[in-house]
């Protein structure tokens, strides 16, 4: 099956703890992004790449880093410099044949609480 | 900066009526508008997608209309079944990129 996958379902982070979300897709998709989403408010941009060995920051980046070595993969990690980490993390991914024009599938999300 | 509003109140509807959900932008005109669907704890699903020269797109029950004039977008669900019942995201491309800003959501409820 086509798709993507994060891992774990739920995380649990300590205090000063840095903790890594896991996102691989088998869609062979160029495009991944990393979107926070919180009650009442829309999905926030947190970090994307449009290609391996390349990535942008988001609207809210800070706290926050990424990596793209492969194109199948690209895991967030949470830094203890994120003070508010508790969230719902959703990883998308997409193939951009016209900018704007692509449409971004997304993962099953990862929801990340403090002890 | 791009504001998108959609209504935070839950919409409840019975089921057989169509039900309209609203997306208002403000600033510029984006090229594209999509539409999602979010299940609980879920991640969202794309829905249809919406060109700012189109009026109007059609997928089964589901109309999106897209004025321009008016920065809105009404996305339209007919003879509505309990199993529509969800938040439904709109979201605009910032131009000549491929990232997308959201809305909120609303949340949909279809009553048996």
């Known amino acids: 099956d086509g798709g993507i996958t994060q891992s774990p379902k739920y995380l649990f982070r300590k205090e000063g703890q840095n903790v890594t979300l896991s996102c691989e897709q088998n869609l062979n998709h160029d495009a991944m992004y990393w979107y926070r989403q919180d009650p009442g408010q829309g999905l926030r941009l947190i970090y994307y790449?449009?290609?391996?060995?390349?990535?942008q920051k988001g609207d809210i980046a800070e706290g926050y880093s990424v990596s793209r070595e492969k194109k199948e993969s690209f895991p967030l990690t949470v830094t203890s410099a994120q003070k508010n980490p508790t969230a719902f993390y959703l990883c998308?991914?997409?193939?951009?044949?016209?900018?704007?024009?692509?449409?971004?599938?997304f993962g099953p999300g990862t929801r990340l609480l403090v002890l | 900066s791009q504001k998108i509003e959609q209504n935070s109140e839950a919409l409840n509807i019975q089921e057989g009526k169509t039900a309209t959900l609203t997306c208002n932008y403000t600033n510029y005109s984006p090229a594209y508008l999509q539409w999602y669907r979010q299940d609980p704890g879920r991640g969202p699903v794309f829905l249809l997608l919406i060109r700012e020269n189109e009026k109007e797109k059609r997928k089964e029950r589901l109309k999106v209309t897209f004025d321009t004039t008016l920065k809105q977008s009404l996305f339209h669900i007919t003879a509505s079944q309990p199993a529509d019942s969800a938040t439904y995201l709109c979201a605009l491309n910032r131009p000549g990129t491929y990232k997308y800003i959201f809305g909120t959501g609303t949340r949909l409820k279809v009553l048996a």
């Open positions: 790449s449009q290609i391996v060995n390349d990535f």
């Open positions: 998308a991914s997409s193939s951009p044949q016209l900018a704007g024009e692509e449409t971004q599938y």
